[in-house]
């Protein structure tokens, strides 16, 4: 019996021992599937009222089916730039932060941010945000803030037998038929929020010295260095541009005429076509659902690029260089590129979409046409006055010429333009002098 009971015990304690033995290797395997569940925390800084639905609706999903949680912290619009500026100098940026593009080469993102150039997304993109060496640095949240395009009435072409202006001479063609049909329209509505000082010239400028020469002229107005009289592109450029007022085709008030006034008038008909942003395009569809507006690619000259220009500075989010999380930050945009994601964060946030295949994304009515025939091909550039003021060039009003205001002088030509320009901008660089 006792041999028998000491079997049993000797059975029994090699059971416990066993267990014993094999308890620390369950909680080491429990403690580690505990770790793999814990969600990996990635901290995020964002402009206060870039923090959209659609961002948050990503950021929970992200956490829910990727196990990245996301901290974010948000900071005044007014604040942000300075802030960013100051935690990337002194290295406490957080994993990922929001930037504004193209204009990211002002921070320095071979110093501060990951190169994501040769991320799976990136051929996704419709509009690549690079820069001057083609690298890209963050995920646009957008392909665009705003595109410019000739905006027209169908309803009143087609009464008037006027056909889509294709090039310049076909607008001047359509802005005389509606003169000679005696009918009180304006042709083409200029406003004077749409600066530098028109929509209209800065589209013309651009595609006709392409994205590359628009930054340089506006570095040479920038840094002084620029004689406006030698800018010979420029001089069919302004010469079409004064057709237009010289034949009479433009609102009397195009300096003082607000957005507003010309969305009222253009849904009463009482404007034919409007050059400006497709998002003034899309409240004359808000104020009048009805209207039938078809929108092209306008061409100045002969030898302007056929492409669209807008303001291509969308937010974007970058990786910290110096994130302790580099690897889980990526993982996290290739995420957030897919189209899963990207149609969620649509379902809650207007705009343009930044990648092809979005299709939650709703696309204004008044572009859908320019979108799948440039946009979705790309064929978009930088408007060399939302580059300028991408620059934050000082006092911009002065350092790019008014011409919109040379117009009111008597039988302006391009070149006495110019020549004010050149002589206004001589007087600028003058010293000051000081009174006794």
Not at 307 to 319: M, P, R
Not at 382 to 390: M, T
Request: with cysteine.
């Amino acid at each position: 019996m006792r041999n028998t009971g000491s079997a049993t015990y000797a059975r029994i304690g090699g059971v416990f021992l066993s267990f014993f033995v094999l308890l620390p290797v369950f909680c080491h395997g429990s403690k580690e599937k505990g770790k793999e569940e814990e969600p990996v925390r990635l901290s995020v800084l964002i402009r206060e009222k870039h923090y959209s639905s659609g961002l948050q609706n990503v950021f929970t999903k992200l956490e829910l089916e990727e196990g990245i949680a996301v901290t974010v912290e948000t900071i005044q619009d007014d604040q942000y730039p300075t802030v960013l500026h100051a935690r990337l100098a002194d290295g406490t940026a957080p994993d990922v932060v929001e930037v504004s593009l193209p204009s990211l080469h002002a921070l320095d993102p071979y110093l501060y941010f990951v190169d994501l150039s040769k991320e799976a997304w990136i051929p996704d993109l419709l509009i690549p945000p690079t820069d001057p060496y083609g690298k890209t640095f963050a995920l646009p949240l957008n392909c665009a803030v705003s595109i410019n395009a000739l905006f027209y009435n169908k309803d009143l072409f087609d009464r008037y037998g006027i056909s889509e202006p294709k090039s310049w001479n076909e607008l001047l063609e359509s802005c005389a038929l509606i003169v000679k049909s005696g009918i009180s329209i304006v042709p083409l509505a200029l406003s004077t929020t749409e600066s530098f000082p028109h929509t209209l010239l800065a589209d013309a400028i651009t595609k006709v010295l392409g994205e590359q020469g628009a930054r340089d002229l506006v570095k040479r107005a920038t840094d002084d260095s620029i004689d406006w009289t030698h800018e010979r592109a420029l001089y069919p450029v302004l010469g079409a541009y004064l057709e237009l007022f010289k034949r009479g085709y433009v609102n009397k008030h195009h300096r003082t005429a607000r957005v507003r006034e010309i969305i009222h008038d253009f849904t009463r008909d009482r404007i034919a076509m409007y050059f400006g942003s497709h998002l003034v395009a899309d409240a004359i569809i808000k104020e009048r659902p009805g209207i039938n507006l078809g929108a092209c690619v306008l061409p100045i000259t002969e030898n302007a690029q056929d492409v669209l220009t807008g303001s291509l500075e969308v937010q974007g989010l970058a990786v910290h260089k110096k994130s302790a999380r580099v690897a889980t930050a990526c993982r996290a945009l290739s995420v957030l590129a897919s189209a899963a994601y990207q149609n969620s964060f649509f379902e809650e946030h207007k705009g343009l979409p930044a990648f092809r295949n979005t299709t939650s994304a709703v696309i204004p009515a008044c572009l859908s046409a320019l979108f799948k025939s440039h946009i979705e091909k790309g064929k978009v550039i930088q408007a060399i006055d939302a580059y300028a003021q991408a620059q934050n060039t000082p006092h911009r009003a002065s350092v790019f010429p008014d011409f919109a205001a040379y117009v009111t002088d008597p039988a302006p030509t391009a070149h006495t333009m110019l020549h004010r320009a050149q002589t206004e901008a001589r007087r600028r660089r003058e010293p000051v002098q000081k009174k006794e």
